[in-house]
Nanobody, 120 residues
Framework: VQLQASGGGLVHPGGSLRLSCEAS????????MYWIRRAPGKRLEWVSV????????DYQESVKGRFTISRDNAKNVLYLQMHSLKSEDTAVYYC??????????????WGRGTLVTVSS
């Protein structure tokens, strides 16, 4: 299993970024997929989740209305569009897969992350 996130960088408060995650080594289109993040000095936290069919999403309260998760099952890619970024969004972002196909359980594997820094 490989999950490679990209698209991070330095952005001013209020700015936007789009993260991507290329997945391989498993049946991407059968797994719930997550974006998770770890802010400096803090624990890993869940940000967003999407079902295999790309018709159900959920978000942590702090990012609702600002972040949008999506996926392209034909390309095995997961996305996170982020708008109105705040300093508290600064973190390393990872994409993660559920531990089992089809049903939502919990994420159990994440790959290399991408750093998002929101600063003026």
């Amino acid at each position: 299993v490989q999950l490679q996130a990209s698209g991070g960088g330095l952005v001013h408060p209020g700015g936007s970024l789009r993260l991507s995650c290329e997945a391989s080594g498993f049946r991407f289109d059968t797994y719930w997929m997550y974006w998770i993040r770890r802010a400096p000095g803090k624990r890993l936290e869940w940000v967003s989740v999407i079902n295999p069919g790309d018709n159900y999403t959920d978000y942590q309260e702090s990012v609702k209305g600002r972040f949008t998760i999506s996926r392209d099952n034909a390309k095995n890619v997961l996305y996170l569009q982020m708008h109105s970024l705040k300093s508290e969004d600064t973190a390393v972002y990872y994409c993660a897969k559920d531990r089992r196909p089809w049903d939502r359980h919990e994420y159990d594997y994440w790959g290399r992350g991408t750093l998002v820094t929101v600063s003026s």
